[in-house]
T-cell receptor, first 117, second 114 residues
């Protein structure tokens, strides 16, 4: 059963703590992405990775870090430097970042809802 | 940078009425994608349009890509309660150095009154 898994579904943390969100895919996709979703704000790109051991900042990377040591895994760490970390975090993957006609369709995981108090 | 505007932000319709959401880009797009997110769920890819003036249909859903490749629309005929959710467009544009960038609109949240 192919797809993207994110764990946990709900996560609660105290302010000042770093927290790592898990994302795993078995679709054999090269590219992976992290988005943040806030009510009424749509999807905002945090980081993306085109291949293993390479990743690029998105539009709102401050206060976040990622790693891509394996093709299947792209964990996101929300650091204490992130001013407003409470949000819904979505991981996605695609065959590549883009082809001859532009970007590829993305497949999303179920998301992790992070609450920091 | 590239901006993708989507309207309306919210739409409430009676079951059986039609629904349309519009997407406008500040730059010419290479393709446009549409996604649906059910309440409490995650975005699911619906379709991709690539050609100028392209029209694609999926049952009661009709997707159009403008002639100038700067706007798109999604039209649902005779809405059903299963259509409830937020519909996002995502525009892909050339961002230089041989790469493309995908930018999501803020979505249109559809409510269907039975």
């Amino acid at each position: 059963d192919g797809g993207i898994t994110q764990s946990p579904k709900y996560l609660f943390r105290k302010e000042g703590q770093n927290v790592t969100l898990s994302c795993e895919q078995n679709l054999n996709h090269d590219a992976m992405y992290w988005y943040r979703q806030d009510p009424g704000q749509g999807l905002r790109l945090i980081y993306y990775s085109q291949i293993v051991n390479d990743f690029q900042k998105g539009d709102i990377a401050e206060g976040y870090s990622v790693s891509r040591e394996k093709k299947e895994s792209f964990p996101l760490t929300v650091t204490s430097a992130q001013k407003n970390p409470t949000a819904f975090y979505l991981c996605a993957s695609s065959w590549g970042t883009f082809g001859t006609s532009g970007t590829y369709e993305q497949y999303f995981g179920p998301g992790t809802r992070l609450t920091v108090t | 940078g590239q901006q993708v505007m989507q309207i309306p932000q919210y739409q409430h319709v009676q079951e059986g009425e039609d629904f349309t959401t519009y997407c406008n880009s500040s730059t010419t797009l290479s393709n446009i994608q549409w996604y649906k997110q059910r309440p409490g769920g995650h975005p699911v890819f619906l379709i991709q349009l690539v050609k100028s003036g392209e029209v694609k249909k999926q049952k009661r859903l009709t997707f159009q890509f403008g002639e100038a490749k700067k706007n798109s629309s999604l039209h649902i005929t005779a809405t059903q309660t299963t259509d409830v959710g937020t519909y996002f467009c995502a525009g892909s544009a050339y961002s230089g150095a041989g790469s493309y960038q995908l930018t999501f609109g803020k979505g249109t949240k559809l409510s269907v009154i039975p």
